[in-house]
């Protein structure tokens, strides 16, 4: 059974920061994508950011210089380090896995990120 979990959401004031991981388990971690996307209330859902098996990444314009993908091959796990926040990082964040092969698509089940003062 394949599971993404996320975790290390929370409230933080602007210019803060909080890392989010991701741990996933039943996929071959090494052949998939991964990306972090968010959903704020009343909005849809955005690709933050993502990194490829081969090491390639992309940022969301918004966050590029203050956040950060990473993942660690030997735990299974994407992380996103999220410093300098603003209000409008809040957010419901979503981790993906993509596998490249076959185009499969996994979502965890979300966590969420609120900043304010």
């Known amino acids: 059974q394949v599971q993404l979990v996320e975790a290390g959401g929370g409230l933080v004031q602007p210019g803060g920061s909080l890392r989010l991981s991701c741990a996933t388990s039943?996929?071959?971690?090494?052949?998939?994508?991964m990306a972090w996307y968010r959903q704020a209330p009343g909005k849809q859902r955005e690709l933050v950011t993502s990194?490829?098996?081969?090491?390639?990444?992309n940022y969301l314009d918004a966050v590029t210089g203050r956040f950060t993908i990473s993942r660690d091959n030997a735990k299974n796990t994407v992380y996103l380090q999220m410093n300098s926040l603003e209000s409008e990082d809040t957010a419901v964040y979503y981790c993906?896995?993509?596998?490249?092969?076959?185009?499969?698509?996994?979502w965890g089940k979300g966590t969420l990120v609120t900043v304010s003062s």
């Open positions: 039943g996929i071959s971690f090494s052949m998939f994508h």
């Open positions: 993906n896995a993509h596998n490249y092969l076959t185009g499969v698509d996994y």
């Open positions: 990194l490829r098996t081969v090491g390639s990444q």
